[in-house]
């Protein structure tokens, strides 16, 4: 499941804003429970990438749907 949200980005990220958001907010959610068991190497790096998400939709009226995707893009080659 943690994988499936980036692999979907172009179709989350265009959407909306809203979409992105609740986007954002599981892919969060799931990162935190499978980063307790698992502890990936790269866990800081992965959690400031998913931070930037959440500082992508701070302000609404600049949601950059291709950039939010692109963040989207590089979470997912993180992940393990």
Known sequence: MLQRIPD??????????????????????LYIAYSKDAKP???????????????????PSSYNADQFASSLRQIRTMLH
């Open 8 to 29: 979907d980005a172009e179709n989350i990220a265009l959407a909306d804003e809203r979409a992105a958001e609740q986007a954002a907010m599981a892919l969060d959610s």
């Open 41 to 59: 190497a790269n866990a800081a790096e992965v959690r400031a990438a998913i931070n930037g998400l959440f500082q992508q939709l701070e302000n």
